[in-house]
């Protein structure tokens, strides 16, 4: 009932990425980046010297340094351990009991740690924006873009991309800077946000469209 072990696969390349009905431009002053769940736990799934896990840290941590470097928010997305019952709720029946209140599994990724002016948003279901204040931040930054790196792309990174759009938030997943249960599901959690509620970009892709607008 838990997460299974997550076999290697090669990260999408641009060139297999779906068209985007959508051609929305980056504005840094409008953007916020919403790591999701890069906990250890999350990331002790795979095998994390295997492909697609290098190129998903090295790419969310140049989304990270960028952002902070134009003053863009940085949003973290964490789950606490031993969550209740009553917490977790239906979550219980797909996943079981969850993480343990471990700070070695709980933590952010060593190389993605949040700093002291970043926000780190408790998670209880799987998009970021229920039971959080994602919304209301957003709102008082006068911010109206959400760019989405993280885990699981099918899964959380996929339904607070549609939850954005459903808020009148332009979404942009990211797509090499993403990781998913499989190839299929990664590749399944583009085609549909690119068609129904999302940008996908490159992260290169995003860092130029970030630059070329500040």
Known sequence: MSIPKIASYPMPRYDSYPLNKTCWSLNPEKSVLLVHDMQQYFLDFYDTQAAPIPTLIEHSRQLIQTARKLGIPIVYTAQSGDQTPEHRQLLT????????????????????????????????????????????RMTSWKRNQLVICGVYAHIGCLMSAAEAFMLNIQPFMAADALADFSLDEHEMALKYSSTRCAQVMSTDQIIQQWVKHK
């Open 93 to 136: 029946d797909f996943w079981g009991k969850g993480l343990k209140a471990d700070p070695e599994m709980t933590k952010i990724h060593d190389e993605l740690k949040p700093d002291s002016e970043d926000i780190v948003l408790e998670k209880w279901r799987y998009s970021a924006f229920k039971f959080s204040n994602l919304e209301e």
